[in-house]
Nanobody, 122 residues
Framework: QVQLVESGGGLVQAGGSLRLSCAAS???????MGWFRQALGKEREFVAA????????SYADSVKGRFTISRDNAKNTVFLQMNSLKPEDTAVYYC????????????????WGQGTQVTVSS
């Protein structure tokens, strides 16, 4: 059974930083890991993805240059470093595991964490 557990969310002022972590356990057989977010009343949207093997990455335009996704293969952990946070980044952030590379659709990911709340105050 695969488990993805996020941590690191919280409340931060605009312009601040947070680092999210996603620890994966179980018989994980995926090619890529992704971060998505869902703001209140909105659909879940792609944020960033990374390929386990070569570290290739992909970002949503809204976070490019501010967020960085990385991974620690030895610890089966993926990180999302979020800098220059804005109030519009407020959302529940979800970690996801998928087998289709750096794709951006929620249907491309089979495994999901429970989410961690990020709130950015103005």
């Amino acid at each position: 059974q695969v488990q993805l557990v996020e941590s690191g969310g919280g409340l931060v002022q605009a312009g601040g930083s947070l680092r999210l972590s996603c620890a994966a356990s179980g018989r994980l057989s995926v090619i890529a890991m992704g971060w998505f977010r869902q703001a209140l009343g909105k659909e879940r949207e792609f944020v960033a993805a990374i390929r386990w093997t070569d570290g290739s990455t992909s970002y949503a335009d809204s976070v490019k240059g501010r967020f960085t996704i990385s991974r620690d293969n030895a610890k089966n952990t993926v990180f999302l470093q979020m800098n220059s946070l804005k109030p519009e980044d407020t959302a529940v952030y979800y970690c996801a595991g998928g087998g289709w590379g750096l794709r951006r659709g929620t249907d491309d990911y089979a495994y999901w964490g429970q989410g961690t709340q990020v709130t950015v105050s103005s």
